[in-house]
């Protein structure tokens, strides 16, 4: 590395979605903002995660000096327990920030060894050459910051992800004076959030919700229930007070939706009168009108709490006819087939099922800033250079395509993708050269509350675990499985001899299959989850590897 360059390599979250991950190097030191995972599309059948591939910080390790977090989101944080295992270099974040990776790294046994270290709005601190002030944003999430990082060559501002909320439901407001201040200052390169390039006008306020939570809540004689991100703390507080208001007792079903809603109280995002909260144990002694149930899995995740309702398979919460269910989120692209799947389901239980579709007002806002918005912090920092982050390769684009029509605001406009290296130095600003980047598949192996540790699904190492394919022949129309289950096994010791190995796996799957309803039968991305859930749990135990099982089903 050249002495008095700044480089700046993102290793994830340029050109694709999520896996945001950046280092940003002065001479031999290395910091790195947010380490962020990807959720595996339908291609990546089998795996759970996808994290960036860090060889060059672990080629660079003596030289970084920590990851400094800008929130709490998966795919800013979710590759911190992977990254850590190979790297364990300190880690700076809010305090709501470091509640998430607590729980996260304590999951995978990491908690001990790590050295975490709070950070707050407002407050400058130093790493290497680097001196870090954390601005407050908003953004779907709480305790969310940008970093204005101080470099011996400028600043640079990084946004993180945020969207410019007048009236934020904790009223921690938007720092623009800080950005306005970096403007007048002077601002060497800003890189911006691009997840809503796309869209016209303000994002709406959290706030807007509350009108459309209010017409459900009067309008609804029977069980409410109300699924959204459990990270989405506006949207549950918003939900508690409404409960409260309505007189409705609350349960919370699903692990995520339970933690993080503890997690909100413990730090004080949000305020729950005594006796509010019931044991979903308790939901059926209460009267329906009575009852509202906070319930994860709104992605339509095939073992998500609502999922598993929308089917009957879920022991507290039941959907009954005549009951409510909100879905108070997005739909991420990719999931709209299993999204669409429960919303199915769920009409077949005569519930109203409340969704986004368009109507106003809406049942969900976005958390990421639209043009407007956008255009509004450009024009506040002014930089020299602007530079699009976080989105796929249109969004950055159009990004780069918008800020290159503000002349009066920015001085250049530079694309980069992941992987590529950016260099400044007197001169001015570059690509010089690429770093080695790419996704690793990885295999959480945690299934509710069994946890073990991290495996590396890498394709490299299939030859190391295998592959295991069920193939399940189903009969179309009496949803029947017609012959006992064909498996293949491949590339584990013991994986073609062992017939004792084998028969266990089928009757596994014959099993599984017995104790489905007929719903679930009919739903293939549910018995394929099932399917694979339990298979990897009977090979574990049986052969101590970790096979790819990806389960195939055929109708006949
Ligand atoms: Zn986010
Ligand atoms: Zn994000």
């Given at each position: 590395m050249p002495p008095h360059k700044l480089q700046i390599v993102p290793l994830g979250g340029l050109g694709e979605f999520g896996m945001n991950c950046m280092a940003v190097r002065w001479g031999d030191d290395i910091i790195v903002i947010d380490a962020g995972l990807m959720f595996p599309e339908a291609e990546l059948l089998g795996v759970d995660i996808v994290v960036p591939d860090i060889s060059y910080l672990v080629e660079n390790r003596k030289h970084v000096r920590g990851i400094v977090l800008t929130h709490g989101h998966e795919d800013h944080i979710g590759a911190l327990p992977w990254i850590l295992g190979e790297l364990n270099v300190p880690v700076y974040g809010t305090e709501f920030t470091l509640a998430y990776v607590e729980g996260k790294l304590e999951e995978h046994g990491l908690l001990d060894a790590a050295v975490l270290n709070e950070i707050s709005a407002g407050t400058r601190f130093t790493l290497g050459p680097f001196t870090l002030h954390p601005i407050q944003v908003t953004h779907s999430l709480v305790d969310c910051v940008a970093l204005a990082i101080h470099t011996p060559l400028g600043v640079v501002l990084h946004t993180g992800d945020f969207k410019v909320d007048p009236t934020p439901t904790d009223n921690k407001l938007f720092d623009l004076h800080a950005f306005a201040d970096y403007g007048k200052e002077g601002v060497l390169a800003l890189f911006q959030d691009s997840t809503n390039v796309e869209r016209p006008g303000y994002t709406p306020s959290e706030r807007a919700v509350r009108r459309k939570f209010d017409d459900v809540f009067r309008g609804t004689d029977r069980r409410l229930f109300i699924s959204c991100f459990s990270s989405s703390i506006h949207r549950i507080k918003l939900a508690l007070e409404l409960a409260y208001e309505y007189n409705r007792k609350v349960a919370l079903v699903g692990r995520s939706m339970t933690e993080s809603t503890e997690i909100a109280q413990d730090l004080g995002y949000i305020d729950v009168p005594d006796g509010l909260f019931i044991h979903p144990g308790e939901i059926k002694s209460h009267p329906p009108e009575r009852v509202c149930v906070l319930i994860s899995g709104t992605q339509g995740e095939p073992m998500s709490a609502l999922s598993r309702a929308?089917?009957?398979?879920?022991?507290?919460?039941?959907?009954?006819?005549?009951?409510?269910?909100?879905?108070?989120?997005?739909?991420?692209?990719?999931?709209?087939?299993?999204?669409?799947?429960?919303?199915?389901?769920?009409?077949?239980?005569?519930?109203?099922?409340?969704?986004?579709?368009?109507?106003?007002?809406?049942?969900?806002?976005?958390?990421?800033?639209?043009?407007?918005?956008?255009?509004?912090?450009?024009?506040?920092?002014?930089?020299?250079?602007?530079?699009?982050?976080?989105?796929?390769?249109?969004?950055?684009?159009?990004?780069?395509?918008?800020?290159?029509?503000?002349?009066?605001?920015?001085?250049?406009?530079?694309?980069?993708?992941?992987?590529?290296?950016?260099?400044?130095?007197?001169?001015?600003?570059?690509?010089?050269?690429?770093?080695?980047?790419?996704?690793?598949?990885?295999?959480?192996?945690?299934?509710?509350?069994?946890?073990?540790?991290?495996?590396?699904?890498?394709?490299?190492?299939?030859?190391?675990?295998?592959?295991?394919?069920?193939?399940?022949?189903?009969?179309?129309?009496?949803?029947?499985?017609?012959?006992?289950?064909?498996?293949?096994?491949?590339?584990?010791?013991?994986?073609?001899?062992?017939?004792?190995?084998?028969?266990?796996?089928?009757?596994?799957?014959?099993?599984?299959?017995?104790?489905?309803?007929?719903?679930?039968?009919?739903?293939?991305?549910?018995?394929?989850?099932?399917?694979?859930?339990?298979?990897?749990?009977?090979?574990?135990?049986?052969?101590?590897?970790?096979?790819?099982?990806?389960?195939v089903i055929l109708e006949i």
């Amino acid at each position: 590395m050249p002495p008095h360059k700044l480089q700046i390599v993102p290793l994830g979250g340029l050109g694709e979605f999520g896996m945001n991950c950046m280092a940003v190097r002065w001479g031999d030191d290395i910091i790195v903002i947010d380490a962020g995972l990807m959720f595996p599309e339908a291609e990546l059948l089998g795996v759970d995660i996808v994290v960036p591939d860090i060889s060059y910080l672990v080629e660079n390790r003596k030289h970084v000096r920590g990851i400094v977090l800008t929130h709490g989101h998966e795919d800013h944080i979710g590759a911190l327990p992977w990254i850590l295992g190979e790297l364990n270099v300190p880690v700076y974040g809010t305090e709501f920030t470091l509640a998430y990776v607590e729980g996260k790294l304590e999951e995978h046994g990491l908690l001990d060894a790590a050295v975490l270290n709070e950070i707050s709005a407002g407050t400058r601190f130093t790493l290497g050459p680097f001196t870090l002030h954390p601005i407050q944003v908003t953004h779907s999430l709480v305790d969310c910051v940008a970093l204005a990082i101080h470099t011996p060559l400028g600043v640079v501002l990084h946004t993180g992800d945020f969207k410019v909320d007048p009236t934020p439901t904790d009223n921690k407001l938007f720092d623009l004076h800080a950005f306005a201040d970096y403007g007048k200052e002077g601002v060497l390169a800003l890189f911006q959030d691009s997840t809503n390039v796309e869209r016209p006008g303000y994002t709406p306020s959290e706030r807007a919700v509350r009108r459309k939570f209010d017409d459900v809540f009067r309008g609804t004689d029977r069980r409410l229930f109300i699924s959204c991100f459990s990270s989405s703390i506006h949207r549950i507080k918003l939900a508690l007070e409404l409960a409260y208001e309505y007189n409705r007792k609350v349960a919370l079903v699903g692990r995520s939706m339970t933690e993080s809603t503890e997690i909100a109280q413990d730090l004080g995002y949000i305020d729950v009168p005594d006796g509010l909260f019931i044991h979903p144990g308790e939901i059926k002694s209460h009267p329906p009108e009575r009852v509202c149930v906070l319930i994860s899995g709104t992605q339509g995740e095939p073992m998500s709490a609502l999922s598993r309702a929308a089917v009957e398979n879920h022991k507290h919460a039941k959907i009954e006819p005549g009951d409510t269910v909100v879905l108070s989120s997005r739909i991420i692209p990719g999931n709209e087939k299993s999204i669409y799947r429960v919303i199915d389901h769920l009409f077949r239980r005569e519930a109203h099922v409340i969704y986004e579709d368009g109507s106003s007002p809406p049942i969900h806002v976005s958390g990421h800033a639209s043009q407007e918005e956008l255009k509004l912090i450009i024009n506040l920092v002014k930089p020299r250079y602007f530079i699009p982050i976080h989105g796929e390769y249109r969004q950055l684009k159009r990004h780069a395509e918008m800020a290159q029509q503000m002349r009066g605001a920015v001085g250049q406009v530079l694309m980069i993708e992941s992987g590529d290296i950016l260099e400044f130095d007197e001169l001015g600003a570059r690509k010089a050269g690429r770093a080695n980047v790419g996704r690793v598949c990885i295999d959480s192996g945690s299934m509710g509350d069994v946890v073990e540790d991290l495996v590396i699904r890498d394709r490299r190492h299939l030859s190391e675990d295998g592959i295991v394919l069920p193939i399940i022949a189903i009969n179309k129309h009496t949803g029947r499985v017609e012959t006992s289950p064909e498996i293949v096994m491949r590339g584990f010791a013991g994986a073609d001899s062992e017939d004792g190995l084998m028969s266990g796996a089928r009757e596994l799957i014959m099993n599984t299959l017995e104790q489905s309803s007929d719903e679930e039968k009919r739903d293939y991305g549910v018995m394929k989850e099932k399917i694979r859930q339990d298979l990897k749990r009977y090979i574990a135990k049986n052969t101590q590897r970790r096979p790819l099982i990806m389960p195939v089903i055929l109708e006949i």
